[in-house]
């Protein structure tokens, strides 16, 4: 069957249900994602600074994720994983300014909603998420995209002040009516060039610094990180209050993550999309729905935002989906008996992965020239408990390191290539990339695209 046709029946078997019957049951969904929030700059993820007094009330009133990692290091692809339970290879938008091929299959958590009577927006705050590079649309019933901040002369993006309003707006219009609502607000503040925000930087001490920097401009940067951070949070406060006042907190599912986190210096390296390490990987993750989910709860085992869709599924339209019968599969897995009922979460394997960026610009019918469909990704990895395994495939390197012991990743096991253990492991790792490997996505960057992603880090 054509995947077309597949996918037109899947969303004609959700369409088919009462959705008017069931819609009022459903609790609603308030997404945020801050774009590069890395968990350990949170101050309820252990920072030794109060960076999140409202993300931290957020996550006393539900549950917390200690050790939450993303699907990929890019805004538009870790976006799509987020949204469709699907690894980057999976779905087929491995890089900014790609999109999921038309054609696909694949179903995706707004759209589901969609199908089973919730109204939907989303306020986005930065160009990589424009609905002309992401179709990303066509999943709901509102898409804001009114980039108003200027960055190296291009209105790329917009601030927390900017978007908040816009939003809470909309909660307020749309919030009270007789249908559910699913509404994700993004947040791109904590993102290079790392503005000061001078109201945001008196901020108090919670404990020790566990790493102590000697690097000045290494300091002032994070210095200024944290004071992106601190200022975002205080916007997502208003937002939080806008639920609060009217009266939906019992009845809405908030969820909380960043798409992908950032190294400051950390490595020799600043910003994310090239490496896996923990400081770039590890995302907050927090949830709350106090009719289900008990307050204070913190689960330390692995998740990945791959199980997001899954349980946002299960705590809201699963015995609709039930009676559908309709074919979902995900990559991830749902958490929502370990966040309602406690019960204990199964160890998993992740894959992290991560794409070569752009290097250059040229008309969709001459990309053969310049870009290729690669067989393998810049890096792959795996994470298994506290083991944690990077492969660069062109480079032929293959590290090892045990983030338990090593959390700072200072101390990794180089494997040397051509040796059995090399091969033994790339090859599990090629094995597993290549049974969901699908053909890459649409791509739709045009010339302005390309100067704003290059000036966003996105391309070399």
Known sequence: MPVL?????????????????????SPNVLLITVDTLRADHLSCYGYGLKTTPYIDKLAAEGVRFERAYTAIPLTGPAHFSLFTSRYPHEHGARRNGVAMASDTAIAAWPQILRANGYRSAAFVSAWPLTARLTGLDAWFDHYDENLTRTYQMVNSSRWAEDVTPLATNWL??????????????HYFDPHAPYTFRKHFADLARTGVASVQISDAEMRERIRNYDTEVAYTDWY?????????????????????MSDHGESLGEHDYVGHGRHLYEN???????????SKVKAGQVISTPVSILDVAPTVLDLTVQSELAQSKAPLRFSGRTLAPSITHQQTLAQRRFYPMT??????????WLSWI????EELPLRLGYIDR?????????????????IGHDPQEMHPRA????????????????????????????????????EVLKSLGYIQ
Do not use: C
């Not at 046709?5 to 049951?25: D, G, N, Q, V």
């Not at 770039?280 to 106090?290: A, C, G, N, S």
């Open 5 to 25: 046709l597949l996918f037109s029946l899947l969303l004609i078997t959700f369409r088919s249900l009462p959705a008017a019957e069931h819609a009022a049951k």
């Open 172 to 185: 307020k219009q749309n919030g009270q009516g007789d249908k559910p609502f699913f509404l994700w607000v």
């Open 236 to 256: 997502i406060g208003k937002l939080l209050s806008a639920v609060d006042d009217i009266q939906l907190t019992d009845s809405t599912l908030v969820i909380l």
């Open 280 to 290: 770039i990987l590890r995302v907050p993750l927090i949830m709350r729905l106090p």
């Open 355 to 364: 794409f070569p960026g752009k290097k250059g610009f040229a008309p969709q």
């Open 370 to 373: 310049w870009i290729r469909d």
């Open 386 to 402: 506290s083991s944690k395994f990077v492969w660069a495939p062109e480079e032929r390197k293959l590290f090892s390191y045990d």
């Open 415 to 450: 494997i040397s290539a051509g040796t059995g253990p090399y091969e033994a492991e790339t090859e599990r790792l090629k094995s597993w990339y290549s049974r969901g490997l699908s053909a890459s996505g649409e791509e739709r960057t045009s010339q302005k695209d390309v």
